[in-house]
Structures are given as C-alpha cells and as structure tokens.
C-alpha cells in the first residue's frame, strides 16, 4: 500500500487531488474542536466575531483528549464521532475549512458543503487513541479553556496516520466498502 505524504497547510487544489480509501501520513498544524466548541464556533461565524484560529485552509480533529501523563504532550488523543459536528460543519467548511478527522459517516450536508467547497474528510482508527497520541508533538490550549477537555487545542502531528473516507466528489469509503463487502458475499 502505498502511504501519501502531506504537510498543512493544505490549500483547496491539494483537497481536489486526494482520492477516496486513499492512506495519508499528515503532519503539521491541526486544531481540535468537538461538540461545545463547535457550537462556539458556529456562534461566532453567524455574528460575525472573529474565530478564534485562522479558519482557512485549516484542519480540525474532532478530539477531546484525555489528561496527559507527566512528561507527555498529551493524553490519549482518539477521535469521537464525527455525526455530532455535522450541524454546525457546512458553516464552518464554507467559511474556509478544509478538512476533517474523525470517525464515522457524514450527512447529506456535509457531504455537499465538501463537494462545493472543496474540502475533504480523514477517517482516523478508532479505538486507536494512545497510538495516535504518539504522533502529537505539540499540544497548546488555545480557546474555550472552560470547556475542558473539549476546549480547542492547537497540535502538530508528525506522520499521523489516517484513511481519506470522503473526498471532494463525494465519494465515500463507508459505501464502498460495504457495497464491495455485499459484492464479494455474492460471489462466494
């Protein structure tokens, strides 16, 4: 299998050329943002406030990490699902997003918000969180500290390893799958 290489930040030609079940090594600047900074975060688009990082071209990894360790960047660092984001995701994707780590199927929405803006959704393995941990170099709170471990962090992930689950035609790795997976139950 042949592993794809990238560095954020990514601009929206990059997002264009990645192919569905695809596998990635990201390294870079990502921000965590999951259900209560989400609704922050779509607050602050509809009135217009500043968000708190440069949303453009950004990628966020739906993670609450756990406390970490003495001596560790982070805790476990695994990701939640991504359903839970996907009332608030069309805005922040037209307001610049490009992509999205997490787990699970997207909705309709979703899905035509990626394929008008050119954005493009990371699977990462679930049940995986130490592991994916390991990859986070540099872990800094930097908005909505009241919310915990849900509070918005700015990483940088070395060689973070992830599947693209949706790219920006709409295909989808979750559908594929099982439409190959019923395929080959026929055949046997």
Same mark, same amino acid.
């Given at each position: 299998?042949?592993?794809?290489?990238?560095?954020?930040?990514? @601009?929206?030609?990059?997002?264009?050329?990645?192919?569905?079940?695809?596998?990635?090594?990201?390294?870079?600047?990502?921000?965590?943002?999951?259900?209560?900074?989400?609704? &922050?975060?779509?607050?602050?688009?509809?009135?217009?406030?500043?968000?708190?990082?440069?949303?453009?071209?950004?990628?966020?990894?739906?993670?609450?990490?756990?406390p970490?360790?003495?001596?560790?960047?982070? @805790?476990? *660092?695994?990701?939640?699902?991504?359903? &839970?984001?996907?009332?608030?995701?069309?805005?922040?994707?037209?307001?610049?997003?490009?992509?999205?780590? @997490?787990?699970?199927?997207?909705?309709?929405?979703?899905?035509?918000?990626?394929?008008?803006?050119?954005a493009?959704?990371?699977? *990462?393995?679930? @049940?995986?969180?130490?592991?994916?941990?390991?990859?986070?170099?540099?872990?800094?709170?930097?908005?909505?500290?009241?919310?915990?471990?849900?509070?918005?962090? &700015?990483?940088?992930?070395?060689?973070?390893?992830?599947?693209?689950?949706?790219?920006?035609?709409?295909?989808?790795?979750?559908?594929?799958? &099982?439409a190959?997976?019923?395929?080959?139950?026929?055949?046997?």
């Amino acid at each position: 299998m042949v592993i794809k290489s990238i560095k954020t930040p990514l @601009g929206r030609d990059d997002a264009r050329a990645f192919i569905c079940g695809e596998a990635i090594s990201l390294s870079g600047v990502v921000y965590t943002a999951r259900d209560a900074a989400h609704m &922050r975060l779509h607050e602050s688009i509809h009135k217009g406030e500043p968000l708190p990082f440069d949303i453009e071209n950004a990628i966020v990894y739906y993670t609450g990490p756990s406390p970490s360790c003495p001596g560790a960047v982070i @805790g476990s *660092a695994g990701p939640t699902t991504s359903g &839970r984001m996907d009332v608030f995701t069309p805005a922040l994707i037209a307001a610049g997003l490009i992509g999205m780590i @997490g787990k699970g199927a997207r909705n309709p929405e979703v899905v035509t918000a990626m394929k008008n803006h050119g954005a493009v959704y990371f699977g *990462a393995a679930g @049940g995986a969180g130490a592991l994916l941990a390991r990859c986070i170099v540099s872990s800094e709170v930097i908005a909505y500290n009241d919310l915990g471990a849900e509070a918005i962090r &700015r990483l940088i992930v070395k060689e973070m390893p992830l599947t693209v689950i949706q790219d920006c035609e709409g295909n989808d790795l979750y559908k594929r799958g &099982r439409a190959d997976y019923l395929r080959f139950k026929k055949e046997q």
